[in-house]
């Protein structure tokens, strides 16, 4: 079964903008939610990204990713979503820009 692997990258200041990284990962068919938060995200704002999370032992099909920057009170400061087909182990990276 497939593995998900999320890599951000953003030109967003760690712990100036954002404090935390948040992927949601929704399941169209079945409407099952898989969650990851990463607090150490100060590569993030680097040129190589920040791996964030994988999902591992996933179904074959097509997903929504949504991947938000949260303040230090887990407010979104900026989000990003996506369609993901998932046949195979997959590296998606999720840039988040101004």
Wanted: proline share 2%.
């Amino acid at each position: 079964m497939p593995r998900l692997t999320i890599d951000v990258v953003t030109d967003y200041r760690y712990l100036t903008e954002f404090a935390h990284i948040e992927a949601v990962l929704y399941d169209n068919e079945s409407k099952q939610t898989y969650t990851s938060l990463s607090s150490s995200a100060a590569d993030a704002a680097e040129t190589g990204g920040h791996r964030m999370s994988e999902f591992p032992n996933l179904a074959r099909k097509s997903y929504t990713l949504l991947v938000r920057l949260l303040d230090t009170h887990f407010r979104t400061v900026k989000g990003k979503r996506t369609i993901i087909s998932l046949a195979n182990d997959r590296v998606t990276r999720v840039s988040i820009r101004r």
